[in-house]
């Protein structure tokens, strides 16, 4: 019989209780993004083919790291200073992230646009329109929610915008109009979430509270970001790349992969809840408990991540024949490789997003991302060329196993794993 971990163990039923519902409330808004942007690709696919829904995804992937660049670093390490922070403090570090967001918006989406233009081909419009949807996202105000732990909300003011702006664009969709109209109905939908979510938190009717507000110099923001920031963009554009690599190098299997990297990746943002409370709850740790709490999180991802990864790959061929209208069919092969990547996410942003952020050590996972990135994009393009869209993601795993042993050397080399009170909460993580 499998035991329980002995760091599991010590995790009091009422605390854990707590998280369940605060998962459970995060896990709402998720859930329900998740669902409606699955239900846009048969919709999409329906209503302008397999090729153009391939462009759409090619530019998503491409507006994705535009949408990091726009966020600027707030999604990792926003909700532990929200957490932390009095009722100015919130405030101040909002309004200074919208800002910094506002002055980098146009920009990068432009940059986004042209890029996805480019790599389009006879279809250059729908990969952009693609890109500038995604890109968007950056926009959310979601780690302020997660940092104030306000599940519901998140729900009300970010996630119900833009799903009925999802949902908007699929009635079109279904009612003939192009793949196009569902795209930039999901950007309208993002944008009025974007301004809901800030009149909620900033209640700019409330000017008093604004003007006593001291806010930092924007250079000092942009440049106090810069770890959270370098973490977040290398992580994204390792997400992103590969369905670029491959629409380059193999575009005639970019739809399976293009199918396999959308499951994959909404499978991941609809687990985020359950990140994004360990995000909030390691660095809450009482006063020397905090190597207790990273390793009690690291424990539960490893066994979540692993029964994870058996549980796609058992579901995995009905819901991809589902996505793809029976019109895409992945190997065996793929399929499991698909399903490892799911699970191994879960458990490198667990270390990253929540252990090393707490530990204030976001360098080391800056430098295990970039590393990579450097290893697994040269064996995603190689793989996709020689051994399709399977080769494609053994590239992946094999950047992300890179990545994650980075990461787990340096909190072993720390002693965090060998010793049972591992020091205060002020712990460092050695150097890599």
Wanted: with cysteine.
């Amino acid at each position: 019989m499998l035991s329980v971990p002995r760091v599991l163990r010590r995790i009091p039923l009422r605390r854990a209780g707590a998280g369940l519902g605060k998962v459970f409330g995060f896990g709402l808004s998720m859930l329900f993004l998740a669902v409606a942007s699955l239900a846009t690709i048969p919709a999409m696919v329906a209503a302008s083919g397999p090729a153009a829904w391939g462009m759409i995804a090619a530019g998503q992937a491409i507006g994705s790291i535009a949408a990091v660049g726009i966020a600027y670093g707030w999604e990792l390490s926003g909700p532990a200073v929200i957490a932390r922070a009095d009722a100015e403090g919130r405030l101040r570090e909002y309004v200074e992230s919208v800002i910094c967001k506002l002055i980098l918006c146009l920009p990068i989406a432009g940059v986004a646009f042209g890029l996805a233009w480019l790599i389009g081909r006879d279809l250059a419009l729908f990969a952009g329109v693609g890109a500038l949807s995604t890109a968007s996202i950056g926009l959310t105000s979601s780690w302020f929610f997660v940092g104030r732990a306000r599940p519901f909300a998140l729900l009300l003011c970010e996630t119900l915008p833009r799903v009925t702006g999802t949902a908007v664009g699929i009635v079109f969709m279904l009612a003939g109009s192009s793949a196009l109209i569902g795209v930039l109905w999901q950007l309208a939908g993002m944008l009025a979430a974007f301004v809901v979510s800030f009149c909620w938190i900033v209640r700019p009717w409330r000017m008093h509270a604004l003007r006593a507000v001291r806010r930092r110099p924007i250079s000092a923001v942009f440049w106090a970001q810069r770890n959270g920031l370098a973490t977040s963009i290398t992580t994204a554009t390792y997400g992103a790349a590969p369905i670029a690599i491959v629409t380059i190098f193999a575009p005639g299997v970019q739809p399976i992969y293009a199918v396999l990297d959308k499951v994959q990746r909404q499978v991941n943002v609809g687990l985020s809840p359950l990140t994004a409370v360990i995000q909030g709850w390691v660095p809450r740790a009482p006063r020397g408990r905090l190597p207790v709490r990273v390793r009690q999180a690291i424990s539960f991802s490893v066994v979540f991540g692993v029964i994870l990864s058996v549980g796609m790959f058992i579901v995995a061929p009905e819901l991809i024949g589902w996505l793809g209208s029976g019109q895409i069919h992945p190997s065996p092969l793929a399929l499991a490789l698909m399903s490892a990547i799911t699970g191994m996410v879960v458990i490198e942003s667990t270390v990253s997003k929540a252990c090393l952020s707490a530990l204030g050590r976001l360098d080391v996972a800056a430098r295990a991302t970039v590393t990579g990135l450097i290893v697994g994009l040269p064996l995603v393009a190689l793989g996709a060329v020689l051994w399709g869209a399977e080769g494609a993601l053994a590239g992946i795993i094999s950047g992300l196993t890179v990545r994650l042993g980075i990461e787990i050397i340096s909190l072993a080399r720390s002693g965090l794993f060998t010793r049972e009170d591992a020091g205060s909460s002020t712990m460092q993580v050695e150097e890599s």
